[in-house]
């Protein structure tokens, strides 16, 4: 939907400014300082975040450990001429990380009628036009076996090859084969699957079957690249990992296990999931660490401190060290050079230069934690991590907590609210807060639509899996709350970010970006998110309103003296808003306006990813006193010029 955006520019009147409503931007004075970092990203393995998701492994169940019983993901094909059947083995496996593999018997086969196993990966393989896809696989045959093994990507129904290569030479003992599939002009599908068949009878075991397309920076254990230009894309300073819930696991012994998400993926067994999937740690440690990298963001570390989702927790005290040890070498995994321990592991890794670290956070949410043994575990963790490690920032999950006595350097506050909520909240938010107290880190939030969309009830899964532009109109009003008081707010992230729209895939909405196996959108809160975090100055400028609902901040560049204006009308209805520019007598003629406007209801989906987008115009004529009209439903921001 296109937005009407008009402005009229006049002198402003002091009779008219009582009696109307106004926004105030006062240019003689600045509130504070923009945190530079204050956009950023958190991410977990949350709706297939990774898995079926941004990491691009596109083949599902590759270790066949998803299931101790069969399979799952997996199945054979054959035509009416044909037989073959799978089953999981746990005899002579590929290594002690990947105990089970799957043996595959061609008992009727011949070059006309091949059989074998096929794989459908996450909701489809996707086969995009000249394309090369990198296989590989682990396999060993019976005596006198030697292949060839067929490899392929074909249509669902097995009618069309859109890649096809073959691999010889199997002996008795694992071997490690690749092989690149080049895909011809097709037209783009997910409705195809991934083979590997026999054509002459015989026994032939496989593992840690992996495909993948192109990947970001062409990275070989890598991520997806039309994800990743989305997130580069919003200009992210940081990216919070790896949860969230994800980092505690449902019991103590599923928290995140970084130590077995390090090495060659044929090393990585996976571990059990929060979000009722198990997770293949291919997204490992170092790929978040790359990632970051790779994002030009800075990671901010939440590491496992003793509580589970099932409310177990570890007593502070000796039990406890293990995991404080535990953190500590992550840390050193991160940051060590390459004559410690794990400095060098990370070497051997692929990734010799360490990581800048600044902000550790100890566990996700901890104030759900009954017994209270925060306190103790966070003053533990504290403790041993600031003694070591002086010059990071430390993160309470519990910002309520007492902590026994520790200052924290950063609390971690959440907040899911109605779009409403927010909008009731945003206007004098931050009034009450301790200007001296510790950073404020926003570290998930989010706006559902109303009270009926709350992420944990069940009309929730009613809903598509993104949000609408109402739910944007709440995330806009929020952001300009948090950007006014970013001399506080140092960092701030939507969450979750990241579901794959597949019925089953979801587990939590709303999700900001959405995608299936063949392409991604963003949300309306997405591009609102995009519009602040790419236009940020460096300067509060003091805001007041007065006779409107029109919430927003402003920003000065003090390099450009580029005046930064956010406006979010919640209204059905257009707002007409005077402005005035407080100490500025002069303003560039031409400004530069970004609008996000659309009815509530509407949103983006795979089918129409750009039903609501930003669009940008030019305003010409400005002053340092004019009126506005904002769109109904909108988000605006208007990028005033110094004059030259
Ligand atoms: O963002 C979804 C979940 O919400 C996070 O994992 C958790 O921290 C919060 O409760």
Redesign the pocket.
């Known amino acids: 939907m296109r937005p009407i955006f008009t402005f009229a520019i006049f002198i402003a009147t002091a009779s008219c400014l009582a009696a109307s409503p106004s926004f105030t931007i006062d240019a003689t004075r600045s509130a504070g300082k923009v945190s530079p970092k204050l956009y950023g990203l958190m991410t977990?393995e949350?709706n297939h975040s990774y898995d079926g998701g941004l990491y691009a492994e596109l083949i599902r169940n590759r270790a066949f450990l998803d299931d101790a019983k069969s399979p799952v993901n997996w199945s054979v094909v054959k035509d009416d001429a044909s037989a073959a059947i799978i089953t999981l083995d746990s005899a002579n496996p590929l290594n002690d990380k990947i105990p089970t593999s799957l043996r595959l018997t061609a008992t009727h086969v011949s070059k006309a009628h091949p059989a074998g196993v096929a794989n459908s990966g996450y909701w489809g393989i996707p086969v995009q036009p000249k394309t090369e896809y990198r296989a590989s696989l682990w396999a060993r045959a019976e005596a006198g076996f030697f292949g060839p093994l067929t490899v392929s990507i074909v249509s669902e129904d097995g009618c069309t090859v859109y890649a096809s290569g073959k691999l010889s030479r199997l002996t008795a003992e694992w071997k490690k084969f690749e092989l690149t599939l080049k895909t011809g002009n097709v037209t783009p599908t997910a409705q195809a699957r991934f083979e590997v068949t026999l054509d002459q009878p015989g026994m032939v075991w496989l593992d840690l079957v992996s495909l993948f397309p192109p990947t970001w920076n062409d990275r070989p254990n890598g991520l997806r690249k039309d994800i990743m230009q989305m997130l580069v894309d919003l200009n992210p300073k940081f990216l919070r990992f790896p949860?969230?819930?994800?980092v505690e696991g449902n019991k103590i012994e599923d928290h995140f296990p970084w130590q077995k998400t390090l090495g060659p993926i044929e090393h990585r067994p996976g571990h059990t999931c929060c979000w009722g999937y198990r997770s293949s740690d291919g997204m490992g440690l170092l790929e978040f660490l790359e990632w970051c990298e790779d994002m030009k963001a800075e990671p901010v570390l939440a590491v496992f401190a003793g509580y589970s989702l099932d409310g177990t927790h570890i007593d502070p005290g000796p039990q406890l060290e293990p995991f404080v040890q535990e953190a500590l070498e992550e840390i050193e995994y991160v940051t060590g050079d390459t004559n410690t321990a794990w400095g060098a592991r990370r070497a051997k890794d692929g990734h010799p230069a360490p990581f800048k670290l600044n902000y550790v956070e100890f566990g996700?949410?901890d104030g759900f934690d009954k017994s209270r043994s925060y306190n103790g575990r966070f003053a533990q963790f504290h403790d041993v991590i600031k003694a070591k490690y002086p010059q990071l920032k430390l993160i309470t999950s519990d910002p309520w907590a007492q902590l026994d006595g520790r200052k924290p350097d950063v609390e971690d506050w959440?907040d899911y609210s109605a779009a409403d909520d927010f909008i009731k909240k945003s206007r004098d938010y931050g009034s009450d807060f301790n200007r001296h107290g510790p950073e404020i880190f926003v570290g998930?939030w989010a706006a559902h639509e109303d009270a009926a969309a709350r992420p944990w009830d069940a009309t929730s899964w009613k809903l598509p899996p993104t949000p609408t532009m109402k739910a944007a109109i709440g995330d806009g009003a929020f952001m300009a709350a948090m950007e006014r008081n970013s001399d506080i707010i140092k960092m701030q992230c939507y969450?979750?970010l990241l579901v794959n729209v597949n019925p089953g895939a979801r587990a939590?909405r709303p999700d900001l970006i959405g995608y299936d196996a063949l392409s991604a959108y963003g949300s309306p809160s997405y591009y609102a998110i995009q519009m602040f975090s790419r236009n940020l100055g460096d300067e509060i400028l003091p805001v007041t309103f007065s006779g409107t609902s029109v919430q927003g901040c402003a920003t000065r560049d003090s390099k450009t003296g580029e005046i930064i204006v956010k406006l979010v009308n919640p209204e059905l209805t257009p707002q007409s808003l005077p402005i005035e520019i407080k100490g500025v007598t002069a303003l560039a003629s031409k400004a530069t306006v970004i609008t996000l406007a659309g009815n509530p209801e509407d949103t983006n989906s795979t089918g129409h990813p750009k039903n609501v987008v930003p669009i940008t115009t030019t305003l010409s004529g400005v002053k340092p006193s004019f009126t506005c009209t904002l769109p109904a439903n909108s988000i605006v921001v208007i990028k005033l010029k110094a004059h030259l």
């Open positions: 977990e949350i949860g969230g819930n994800y996700n949410e959440h998930e969450a979750p939590w």
